[in-house]
Every structure is written in structure tokens, then in C-alpha cells.
């Protein structure tokens, strides 16, 4: 009981550290190419903050859980193919959307 307990926060302790790093990163990035595309309004960070976490939900999901220290067989179980194809159809949608945005406001 108390093995598992402690796996789990392990677990979530790793999920918080590798979350927060790639978010932190691929918005980072992403701010640099929309700051040369358009004028970096600060709202627009809202957007890409959702987008990355539902891709890092996704790729969690799918990949990284199953590579962790906290093992249960009736949780750890993929995202089906439609909800995969439609978190990463949203996830880019509220990527692009400061571009959008930004186009819209030129206009």
C-alpha cells in the first residue's frame, strides 16, 4: 500500500517537472516565431499555454506514462485514435490562433 502510494508521487512529481519543461519550452519558441510573424500581444501566451498542455496530455497519454515508476493496469490505457486526432486538431487550432488573431486585428 504504502509502495504504491509513494510510486504514484513519484509518478506525479516526474509528470509536473517533464510537463512544465516542455510547455515551457515549446512556448517559448513558439513566442519567438509568432514575435517575428506579428506584434506579441501578452493574451497570446493563454493560447499557446492550452495548446501545449493538451499536446503534452496526448503525448502523456500515449507515451510517457507508460515509461514512469507508478504501474496500474486498469488506468494506464492509451487514448483512442479519434480523441488523439481531435486534443491535437484543438491543441494546434490554440496554437495558430494568436496568427489569426493577429490577421484579423490588420484587417
Known amino acids: 500500500m504504502m509502495t504504491k502510494l509513494w510510486s504514484a508521487s513519484?509518478?506525479?512529481v516526474r509528470m509536473m517537472i517533464m510537463m512544465f519543461i516542455v510547455v515551457a519550452l515549446l512556448?517559448?519558441?513558439?513566442?519567438?516565431?509568432?514575435s517575428t510573424l506579428t506584434q506579441?500581444?501578452?493574451?497570446?501566451?493563454?493560447?499557446?499555454l492550452a495548446g501545449n498542455l493538451l499536446l503534452f496530455f496526448v503525448v502523456y497519454r500515449n507515451k510517457l506514462q507508460f515509461?514512469?515508476?507508478y504501474r496500474s493496469s486498469e488506468t494506464q490505457?492509451?487514448?483512442s485514435g479519434k480523441v488523439t486526432r481531435?486534443?491535437?486538431?484543438?491543441?494546434?487550432?490554440l496554437i495558430l490562433t494568436?496568427?489569426?488573431?493577429?490577421?484579423?486585428?490588420?484587417?
Open 10 to 12: 513519484l509518478e506525479m
Open 27 to 34: 512556448g517559448e519558441v513558439e513566442q519567438r516565431i509568432i
Open 40 to 48: 506579441w500581444q501578452d493574451y497570446y501566451g493563454l493560447f499557446l
Open 67 to 69: 515509461h514512469g515508476w
Open 77 to 79: 490505457r492509451k487514448l
Open 86 to 93: 481531435g486534443c491535437i486538431t484543438v491543441a494546434i487550432v
Open 98 to 107: 494568436p496568427v489569426v488573431l493577429s490577421g484579423i486585428r490588420t484587417v
